[in-house]
């Protein structure tokens, strides 16, 4: 499964550290400055003639210093601001403050409220912030918050955590990122996606240099080229698995018969529907493969490939019980919604999730992991790559945190971060659709790791093809994107054997 790798901070700075030993050492302000106003160069609006260059006082100023001269040199009218005292100016920020000088750039020192730009190059702040802003440089942002100009951020927005996604006090919104030498964590989970815009990566011609270990990855397209062997032309319903999806207690049916229709659509064989208190529809009208039976006989009765529990199940004893069945199961269970809320109320679930043989997936969103990890959403929110990892650890399950960067983490300790997704799917039923995609492929007999990253990324370009094709945002339902993902998937496999 081929993936991006995916940077704390402090991997960042052993690549530097690496290149800065190099003799000759590389120009690097140099090439970020250029490979910025290349990229404002290109997305600026049609006609633009004015930069405001925000330069703050480090290494990232002075990446800001070059940019503003190349964009000069592009024929802008540019203004550099800067808010930093001369004793903090390293020898490569001296430099480049020197070249724009040289040419008769202008710095100042607060913005003219009857000044227009076309574009603002926020290089105030880059991975090295470490406590929120205030002050001056609070005030600073909040004014270029209010224009209406084309924000481009180099690295990472001013204010924005690289690690966890977190702003701190404030931060630069901005319309594009032009992030160097790897990709950070906060650009893609967090809030971090809200203030990026679209990222921009360069290796800043530098890509020879030795990539740190890492166990973080952005998901790709390629994880759904393999994800399942190609079907013989042989094959037939039972070669394809059969998936038992329960839940559905009164008044929330409509959350299994979701999950079911996801599962059915995305390839399982035989999708059986585990009512909680007998089926309360004989048959789905809209789904009539869908085979509808009371959860407690299911389980006795018939042999699975996968369980998926929780969507509408409720928190009663009955819904304990079955929980409880459905663990003591030899084949991968999926657990969501209700199902999660029992775990986090019942020791001893947790003892028979842990203690078992057989993959089990957990797919909370921010509210159900602070219950399972006895905290706040908050503090899961705060690092969701560790509150992630940490689940994953103390369940030894695989996890999905489901969210805008959903984050896939192992019990090995390896995590991978979406990269699909637009707010439309902020919607009722998204979560069960999730839960019938990534059953139906563990269904067809898909490594459990292989489904959970595959599931949560083709599930994420679903609702972005609803969007391209204006089916989105407002107004998305969890139900448009089963059809969606089934195309998309058969797009990406490679056919039928011969």
């Known amino acids: 499964m081929q993936t991006v790798p995916v940077y704390q901070t402090e991997d960042i700075r052993e690549i530097e550290k690496y290149l800065f030993s190099l003799d000759p050492k590389p120009n690097l302000m140099e090439i970020a400055g250029k490979t910025v106003a290349n990229v404002a160069l290109h997305v600026a609006p049609r006609d633009s003639q004015t930069a405001l260059v925000l330069a703050g006082p480090g290494d990232n100023g002075g990446d800001a210093y070059v940019t503003a001269r190349h964009l000069k040199n592009a024929n802008y009218s540019v203004v550099v601001l800067s808010l930093s005292s001369p004793e903090t100016v390293s020898q490569d920020r001296s430099r480049a403050i020197a070249d724009w000088q040289e040419m008769g750039g202008i710095i100042k020192t607060n913005i003219d409220p009857e000044e227009h730009f076309d574009l ?8 090295g912030l470490t406590r929120p802003l205030s002050g001056d440089f609070a005030d600073l942002v909040h004014q270029v918050n209010q224009l209406s100009s084309t924000v481009i951020a180099i690295d990472i927005s001013s204010g ?18 032009v992030t160097f030498l790897g990709y950070k964590v906060g650009l893609h989970t967090g809030e971090g996606p809200d203030y990026s815009g ?30 399942l062997v190609p079907r013989k032309k042989s094959s037939h319903k039972g070669s394809h698995g059969q998936i038992a999806i329960i839940g559905g207690d009164e008044g929330m049916v409509g959350a299994i018969l979701l999950a079911g229709r996801a599962a059915l659509k995305l390839g399982a064989g035989r999708v059986f529907i585990g009512a909680l208190r007998g089926p309360l529809l004989a048959v789905d009208q809209v789904q009539p493969e869908l085979m509808i039976r009371v959860a407690s006989e299911l389980l006795s009765q018939n042999e699975f490939n996968c369980i998926a529990i ?31 809320n029992l775990v ?6 947790k003892s028979k999730i842990s203690d078992r043989d057989c993959p089990t997936v957990l797919t909370p969103h921010p509210k159900e992991a602070a219950r399972l990890l006895k905290c706040s959403v908050e503090e899961i929110q705060s690092d969701r790559v560790h509150s992630a990892l940490s689940l994953a650890n ?3 399950s695989e996890v999905i945190l489901k969210g805008v960067g959903s984050v896939c983490a192992f019990p090995d300790g390896n995590w991978f971060i979406n990269t699909t997704g637009n707010p439309g799917m902020a919607c009722a039923g998204m979560g069960d659709v999730l839960t019938g995609i990534v059953g139906a492929l563990i269904t067809q007999g898909a490594y ?6 595959a599931g949560v990324y083709l599930h994420g370009l679903a609702a972005d093809q609803l969007l391209s094709d204006n089916k989105g945002p407002i107004g998305m339902t969890a139900s448009e994107t089963i059809d ?9 496999l490679t056919g039928i054997l011969d």
């Not at 986090?344 to 679930?349: G, I, M, P, T, Y």
């Open 198 to 227: 679209i990222v921009h990566f360069s290796d800043l011609n530098m890509d020879d240099y030795p990539r740190p270990d890492t166990s973080g990855y952005l998901i790709g397209s390629e994880v759904l080229q393999n994800v």
């Open 160 to 177: 924005l955590d690289s690690d966890t996604g977190n702003v701190m006090g404030c931060s630069i919104h901005a319309h594009h990122t």
């Open 448 to 453: 459990s790791h292989s489904a959970v990253v």
């Open 120 to 127: 603002v190059i926020d290089g105030l702040f880059g991975i």
């Open 394 to 396: 103390e369940f030894n």
């Open 310 to 340: 929780g969507p509408g199940l409720g928190n009663d004893d009955l819904a304990h019980q079955t929980l409880s069945k459905s663990l003591s199961q030899p084949v991968p269970v999926i657990l969501d919604a209700g199902a999660l």
């Open 344 to 349: 986090a109320d019942h020791n001893q679930l």
């Open 484 to 492: 969606t993902s089934r195309s998309i998937l058969n797009q990406h």
